[in-house]
């Protein structure tokens, strides 16, 4: 059963960082292309970061230049560091599979308010 675990977010300020972390487990995970979402109240899933099984990274237009996505692929892990955090980035983020998304882990919120 595929299942992904997300964690490390929180309540932050306009222009501070996060670090977000996902395990995935049930899956081959060194042979698939991973994506970050995030889902802002009342809208759907959107891809803001991916990154293939060696490592080549692709970001949304919003987040160019402020987050970092990574990989370790023997330990199942995706990371997401988020950086210059604005109020638009809140929302409750989660891993997948960067095509055909799978079963939606618990998510971790972030939220950046003053």
Known sequence: QVQF???GGGLVQPGGSLRLSCVGS???FDKYLMGWYR???GKQHELVASISPG???NF???VQD???IS???AEHMLYLEMHNLQPEDTGVYYCNLR???TIWGPGTQVTVSS
């Open 71 to 73: 990989r370790n692929n």
């Open 5 to 7: 675990v997300e964690s």
């Open 99 to 101: 095509y055909n998304p």
């Open 66 to 68: 402020r987050f970092i």
């Open 26 to 28: 049930g899956i081959g």
């Open 39 to 41: 889902q802002a109240p």
């Open 60 to 62: 949304g237009g919003s």
């Open 55 to 57: 490592g080549n990274t």
